[in-house]
């Protein structure tokens, strides 16, 4: 599936729209270069999941968890980990295979740790259609 965004809003709303469908299990994989729109998107999956507290890139932290929507969300930013052997210290396993949906940040980072089950979400900007265009590609 190809959806097209022309706005950080349209970004937003791919997200949520997506999260209504999740059910507990699932994984995501964000794949996309820096500032395109992954953080924007998952704040839009965490609505789409009834989550209303903040959501922010948890770069500094790996992990973020969020628990008040109607499935618990497992939000990773791998940007800056260094070895993918350092996922095994934040437990992913227990994530990738927990009661909620996982939502991996630099997907590409993990890859070899990221079942083949995950749905691979690719964000990609094509400035021919303006800067604000992203094409989102669910697979």
Same mark, same amino acid.
């Given at each position: 599936?190809?959806?097209?965004?022309? *706005?950080? @809003?349209?970004?937003?709303?791919?997200?949520? !729209?997506?999260?209504? *469908?999740? *059910?507990?299990?699932?994984?995501?994989?964000?794949?996309?270069?820096?500032?395109?729109?992954?953080?924007?998107?998952?704040?839009?999956?965490?609505?789409?999941? %009834?989550?209303?507290?903040?959501?922010?890139?948890?770069?500094?932290?790996?992990? @973020?968890?969020?628990?008040? %929507? !109607?499935?618990?969300?497992?939000?990773?930013?791998?940007?800056?980990?260094?070895?993918?052997?350092?996922?095994?210290?934040?437990?992913?396993?227990?994530?990738?295979?927990?009661?909620?949906?996982?939502?991996?940040?630099?997907?590409?980072?993990?890859?070899?740790?990221?079942?083949?089950?995950? /749905? !691979?979400?690719?964000?990609?900007?094509?400035?021919?259609?303006?800067?604000?265009? /992203? !094409?989102?590609?669910?697979?």
């Amino acid at each position: 599936m190809i959806i097209e965004s022309f *706005s950080a @809003q349209d970004t937003f709303e791919a997200g949520r !729209r997506l999260a209504e *469908s999740a *059910s507990a299990g699932e994984i995501y994989a964000l794949h996309g270069d820096l500032g395109v729109g992954k953080t924007v998107f998952t704040k839009g999956f965490a609505e789409g999941l %009834g989550i209303t507290e903040p959501v922010c890139s948890p770069t500094f932290t790996i992990l @973020q968890i969020y628990e008040e %929507g !109607r499935l618990p969300l497992y939000h990773f930013d791998v940007y800056r980990i260094e070895e993918p052997e350092e996922m095994e210290e934040v437990g992913l396993d227990e994530y990738l295979f927990g009661e909620g949906v996982c939502l991996i940040e630099w997907a590409d980072r993990i890859e070899d740790m990221i079942p083949d089950t995950a /749905r !691979r979400i690719v964000i990609e900007k094509d400035l021919s259609k303006g800067l604000d265009y /992203r !094409r989102i590609t669910v697979i």
